[in-house]
């Protein structure tokens, strides 16, 4: 299936660096990054009691300070709706499509992304419930044919909803 065979009928983009709690967790472990690399490398002083070799430092500001930032400004889930399938792109980490096919029914809802998945972002690949969430507790449950469910998260849940309905009720 591919995404010139329809037409989007719905969008919804979701950051992460809008979500002020992660962002505030990130941007905490980048700004310790940056304090030991300028305490270590640039004012020539160890950092901590038993401090690594200067090489180290580098890789963990690197990593840490400047990519663990970077990642979640540039990472996001986009979910569209088009007129012969569904496209979840969770960049940049996966890209899934799935054709109204293979979709029994729906369900708009409210969930614990804790206790139902263990958290947000991609949950359960390799079990019967999958989920893609940012941040919240509203989504749209698509139940398979197959038996498998997956959830969406969405901050437009019955929009979503709405727009995925219309596609399964035209012929």
């Given at each position: 299936m591919n995404?010139?065979?329809?037409?989007v009928t719905?969008?919804?983009?979701?950051d992460?660096?809008r979500?002020?709690?992660?962002?505030l967790?990130?941007l905490?472990?980048?700004?310790l990054?940056w304090?030991g690399?300028?305490?270590?490398i640039?004012?020539?002083?160890p950092?901590?009691?038993n401090?690594?070799?200067?090489?180290?430092?580098?890789?963990?500001?690197?990593?840490?300070?400047?990519?663990?930032?970077?990642l979640?400004w540039w990472?996001n889930?986009?979910?569209?709706?088009?007129?012969?399938h569904?496209?979840?792109h969770?960049?940049?980490?996966?890209?899934r499509t799935i054709?109204?096919s293979?979709?029994?029914?729906?369900?708009?809802r409210r969930y614990s992304a804790?206790k139902?998945?263990?958290?947000?972002?991609?949950k359960?690949?390799?079990?019967?419930?999958?989920a893609?969430?940012?941040?919240?507790?509203?989504g749209v449950e698509?139940?398979l044919k197959n038996?498998r469910?997956?959830?969406?998260g969405?901050?437009k849940?019955q929009?979503?909803?709405?727009a995925?309905?219309?596609?399964l009720?035209?012929?």
């Amino acid at each position: 299936m591919n995404q010139q065979s329809g037409f989007v009928t719905f969008r919804e983009e979701q950051d992460f660096h809008r979500v002020w709690w992660i962002m505030l967790l990130v941007l905490g472990i980048a700004a310790l990054m940056w304090w030991g690399f300028v305490q270590q490398i640039i004012l020539n002083e160890p950092w901590g009691n038993n401090p690594g070799p200067d090489w180290f430092m580098w890789l963990f500001w690197l990593l840490f300070g400047i990519g663990l930032p970077a990642l979640f400004w540039w990472m996001n889930m986009v979910v569209e709706v088009w007129t012969d399938h569904i496209q979840i792109h969770y960049r940049p980490f996966s890209k899934r499509t799935i054709p109204f096919s293979d979709i029994e029914r729906i369900q708009a809802r409210r969930y614990s992304a804790l206790k139902e998945y263990g958290g947000w972002g991609l949950k359960g690949w390799s079990s019967k419930k999958v989920a893609y969430n940012v941040s919240g507790n509203q989504g749209v449950e698509l139940f398979l044919k197959n038996g498998r469910t997956i959830m969406i998260g969405s901050q437009k849940p019955q929009e979503l909803a709405e727009a995925i309905e219309a596609q399964l009720q035209t012929p």
